[in-house]
Nanobody
Framework: QLRLVESGGGLVQAGGSLRLSCAAT????????MGWFRQAPGKEREFVGG????????YFAASVKGRFTISRDSAKNTVYLQMNSLKPEDTAVYYC????????????????WGQGTQVTVSA
């Protein structure tokens, strides 16, 4: 089990960038695939992207591919979501979580959700 804390959200203009962090507490952080999700008001939680336990593989939703990148620093027990070329439709609360199942885009296959960090992109 991990305790996850997201940070780095804020207000940014369209076209700008933000880097979100997900800091984990737990000795086995290095052994888990991690994912990022987002949830806008009135919408379901949406898969954004994920990273393998080694950090060697990343995967993204079509809506953010080419604009977002994910990395992890196991020494710091932290996963990062770098968001570039932000659009107003990226506005949401962003969450990280630990993958426990086989479906990387299904929030039901994740546990240990953080509290989220708000990202607001103005037009």
């Amino acid at each position: 089990q991990l305790r996850l804390v997201e940070s780095g959200g804020g207000l940014v203009q369209a076209g700008g960038s933000l880097r979100l962090s997900c800091a984990a507490t737990g000795r086995t952080f290095y052994s888990y695939n991690m994912g990022w999700f987002r949830q806008a008001p009135g919408k379901e939680r949406e898969f954004v992207g994920g990273v393998s336990s080694s950090g060697g593989s990343t995967y993204f939703a079509a809506s953010v591919k080419g604009r977002f990148t994910i990395s992890r620093d196991s020494a710091k027990n932290t996963v990062y979501l770098q968001m570039n070329s932000l659009k107003p439709e990226d506005t949401a609360v962003y969450y990280c979580a630990r993958l426990v199942g086989a479906l990387v885009a299904d929030p039901a296959d994740y546990e240990d959700w953080g509290q989220g960090t708000q990202v607001t992109v103005s037009a």
